[in-house]
């Protein structure tokens, strides 16, 4: 036992960097991403997506749950994503002890799939699960995703044969986002997102760390918690970083309480200052760069109006040349008015017209993962078109080109005959039909709220929940129709409904039940969904 543990009565290293499951610490949030998980892994078959940011505790919360699989699940995991096709089905079979026959004529890729084919089968008669864990799925080719789709086929008459966790980064949503991988992303049956710990978190998560490590009393004053806080955000690898390090500090200065000074030296031993480029503290560095910004564009227009008042005054804030705040996608010049009260940037306005408190969110990412933690789904479309916008029917984020010749985000709130309404903070307009066209990158983002209880149906599908909730909602849109029998099979007799509702909507007509027919239904069935287009349900 290193001897600064005895210092402090501890029995073993409370902040290691290791992934433990026995330190979890078991936060609201990550009780729902437990859950989450276990909800994914009780469906039949299908992805489980799990993703955060570096250092937010996916690997501990993994790990955690696998420790807590019964034993009739099988666990293939695989920690290294960087690999071609041959090679993740190779650890794949290897993880589940599945010996390859040596054939002759015929590739390696479709040995190891027939094998896992006819192990998975096996497994199902003797009624076992088989789940596949991919860490840093981030790393993934299209082909390897694409390949794992394809092994998701796998099933019986009546049930799929494989669950696959994807483990990462942020990225690994926009990369299931593409149009090349929408079909993977159509069988996610469960996601999370794991957000830092919250403040009030922050105390409960340090001493819960420090009570399994043996301690029998504060060690940190509580003092340190806001400083805490103020230098890793609530990440968690940050978190344990400086707390390991304060208790180094501190036991070389034999003392046994830390205060907030020892937590910022500490930190600045192992982060650097503040001025510090890790990743993990790129929301300081934004915030701290806005500022410095908007005090030199301060400074610039005060001398500026001493000098021509009358003619800064006159200029267009778009075409001023200004220094300019960077927020999520382009440089949005800084008026007077906006620096005494900065307005609220498109991402933070779309998250409040569907009731989520915003004011920081500076990036796709954070505002991705926001939306998924209150149950929204953001999609991206980059070549979209106008008519594309009326079906979708939902407010959402465009990029305009302004007159300096640059992109800006707008969010788009409102499409009526007069033209479409467009508005950042205090910049708002009506563009006619043409104007908007023409500036228009053709770029859209919006969010919508997927049903729990369906991804997507197509002819033939079993999945009772989803073929009666779908029902439920024709039936609240056309009261004389009538619920099939079916067994919770999605049978000819629906997909009939569903192609004659298609139709009479305008939209895709393919009797499939996809994300343009979801949005369609919830735009019907629910009176709180903000619309582009007033009165249209």
């Known amino acids: 036992m290193s001897i600064y543990l005895k210092h402090f009565g501890l029995v073993r290293e409370p902040f290691s960097i290791v992934p433990d499951p026995g330190f979890l610490y078991p936060s609201n ?7 989450h998980l276990k909800y994914g ?5 299908g992805f489980i997506l799990l993703t955060g940011e570096v250092g937010t505790g996916k690997t501990t919360l993994t790990r955690t749950m696998l420790k807590r699989l019964p034993a009739h699940v099988r666990v293939a995991y695989v920690l290294n994503s960087k690999l071609k096709v041959s ?4 650890s794949i079979c290897g993880e589940l002890s599945i010996e390859l026959p040596s054939t002759r004529g015929i590739s390696f890729s479709k040995i190891c799939t027939d094998a896992l084919n006819q192990d998975l089968l096996t497994a199902h008669a003797e009624g076992k699960k088989t789940l596949i864990v991919i860490e840093e799925a981030q790393n993934l080719t299209p082909e390897v995703l694409e390949t794992l789709r394809l092994l998701s086929n796998l099933e019986t008459h ?10 990462g980064q942020p990225e690994l949503l926009e990369i299931l986002a593409q149009k090349d991988l929408r079909q993977l992303n159509q069988r996610v049956v469960s996601r999370f997102h794991l957000l830092p710990l919250e403040k009030d978190d922050l105390a409960n998560y340090v001493n819960h760390r420090l009570h399994r490590a043996g301690a029998k009393q504060p060690i940190f004053d509580r003092a340190c918690m806001a400083m805490l806080y103020r230098l890793t955000k609530g990440v968690p690898r940050l978190i344990n970083l400086v707390c390991q390090h304060s208790l180094l500090a501190a036991y070389s200065t034999e003392t046994k309480t830390i205060t907030p000074k020892l937590v910022k030296q500490a930190a600045v031993e192992i982060l650097g200052d503040q001025n510090t480029g890790h990743p993990l503290l790129k929301y300081w560095q934004h915030g701290a760069a806005a500022a410095l910004l908007i005090i030199l564009a301060a400074l610039f227009i005060s001398i500026g109006s001493s000098v021509d008042q009358a003619s800064a005054t006159s200029r267009e804030p778009s075409a001023t040349g200004q220094p300019s705040v960077i927020n999520s996608e382009s440089a949005a010049p800084i008026s007077q008015k906006s620096i005494l009260a900065p307005p609220l940037n498109p991402f933070a306005e779309l998250l409040q017209l569907w009731s989520v408190s915003a004011t920081e969110v500076y990036s796709q990412e954070d505002f991705t993962a926001l939306a998924q933690y209150q149950g929204l789904q953001a999609e991206k479309i980059s070549n979209a078109d106008v008519i594309d916008l009326e079906i979708i029917n939902r407010p959402g984020i465009v990029r305009l080109e302004t007159e300096a ?12 005959q007069s033209g479409f309404y467009i508005h950042q903070g205090s910049d708002s307009r009506w563009l006619d039909g043409q104007e908007f066209r023409d500036r228009w990158s053709r770029s859209f983002v919006y ?7 369906i991804e997507s149906l197509a002819l033939g599908d079993t999945d009772a929940q989803a073929v009666t909730w779908l029902q439920n909602q024709l ?5 004389s129709a009538e619920a099939v029998i079916s067994g919770g099979r999605y049978t000819q007799a629906i997909a009939d409904q569903v192609l004659a509702f298609q139709r009479q909507q305008n939209i ?30």
């Open 87 to 90: 090679d993740a089905l190779a």
């Open 405 to 416: 010749g640059y992109l800006k985000s707008y969010l788009l709130t409102r499409i009526d």
């Open 447 to 453: 969010l919508w709220r997927p049903p729990q209880q």
């Open 508 to 537: 895709t007509a393919d009797a499939v039940v996809g994300r343009e027919t979801l949005l369609r239904l919830n735009q019907l069935t629910q009176t709180d969904i903000p619309l582009l287009k007033q009165g249209s349900n």
């Open 475 to 479: 039936v609240k849109i056309d009261q």
């Open 29 to 35: 949030h990550h009780r729902q991403a437990v859950a």
């Open 158 to 167: 009546t049930h799929k044969l494989l669950h696959i966790l994807l483990v």
């Open 41 to 45: 892994l009780d469906r039949e078959g």
